[in-house]
């Protein structure tokens, strides 16, 4: 069996500054390789905090990151296909649309590096496309547009887990290719912004794209401690939906 997770913020983790050495991981080559199985690790280069200007080194310092997770025993992979049994291995997506400078071309840079997956947009606006938290009526920018198409021809897909309703009827409008949400689940379940209403899911179902599951408290249920019913209330959802 192939598990893949689609989401996670260790290169951010591990190039934050005031990261004590040595500390610990939740996403480790022991972890990926334990008890059997193909697994696949998804690794973000996270560019924006809290609608803070990305800091020019961020994504060197994560690129670095990600070279010392390789010398840990994790092995970078570009396509499914090359993913093995036993094996950390890894995949590099990007998590906000500042990473790109400003610059459409720059897609070429970080799919050159590896980078198959980016998401336009975290939870701020970014000169690319408007967030779901944002509540804007506008979707991907002139810039935005750019870089999907740019995207397309470098085959990395775009990742719609932050982009908000009109961003994604958009991305539904010019995509040829399946695209994916990376950490999102059904706003019929849970009502976040964030997650995904009936339509995008059977769209997504029919054009054979890809839904990570978000184990995050917030996107399973409203109120109180989440238990395991709630994630299974999602996926359950999902399959009703024909995903």
Known sequence: MLV?????????????????????????????????????QCLALFVCTNGMRMSPTIVERELQAFEGL????????????????????????????????????QVDRFADLGVRMAALVWNNENGVAHPALSGSGEGLTPLGWDIVSRMRSRHMAVDVSHLNDPGFRQVLDIAQRPFVATHSNARAVCSHRRNLTDDMIREMAARKCLIGLNYCIDFLQEDGKPELEDLLRHIDHFLELGG
């Not at 990261?19 to 059997?36: F, K, M, N, Y």
């Open 70 to 105: 390789k010398q840990r025993g994790f092995c970078q992979i570009t396509e499914l296909s090359q993913a093995r049994e036993g094996v950390a291995n890894a995949m590099l997506t990007i998590e906000g649309g500042e990473a790109f400078g400003g610059d459409a071309a």
């Open 4 to 40: 893949c997770d689609t989401h996670a913020d260790t290169l951010y983790a591990l190039s934050a500054p005031d990261r004590p050495a040595g500390g610990p991981l939740d996403v480790t080559a022991e972890l990926l390789t334990a008890g059997g199985g193909v697994r696949v």
